[in-house]
């Protein structure tokens, strides 16, 4: 039984609001006219904050990055690279033939 209410309820309110519609027009239009300027108004005013912030979080959030991004990368010596004491000392050895 509920429900059966609902279904007519919603049709009345539908048929009604039709009605009113079509005889209030003109002073729907007015309503509109001037209810359409404060919501634009308020919905520019919101976008514009949410943008705003958005901006503002993501400088910050590169200025945070930018801290930890001072790590330098060093060269790093391979096996081959690093002298070790038989290199050196046939260095040494050419080092003294030579002369």
């Keep these: 039984m509920g429900m059966l209410l609902a279904v007519l309820g ?7 609001g039709i009605l009113g ?21 308020l919905g520019g005013g919101i976008a514009l904050f949410i943008g705003i912030t958005e901006i503002k979080d993501t400088i910050k959030s ?14 790093v010596q391979t096996v081959e690279e690093t002298p070790t004491e038989e ?9 003294k033939s030579d002369s």
């Excluded at 290199?87 to 080092?95: I, N, P, V």
């Design 10 to 16: 919603g049709f009345l309110a539908v048929v009604l």
């Design 21 to 41: 519609l079509i005889f209030w027009f003109g002073k729907f239009i007015l309503l509109l006219q001037g209810t359409l300027p404060l919501v634009l108004i």
């Design 62 to 75: 590169k200025e945070e990055e930018s801290k930890f991004d001072t790590f330098e990368e060093k060269p």
């Design 87 to 95: 290199k050196k000392e046939k260095e040494e050895d050419t080092e």
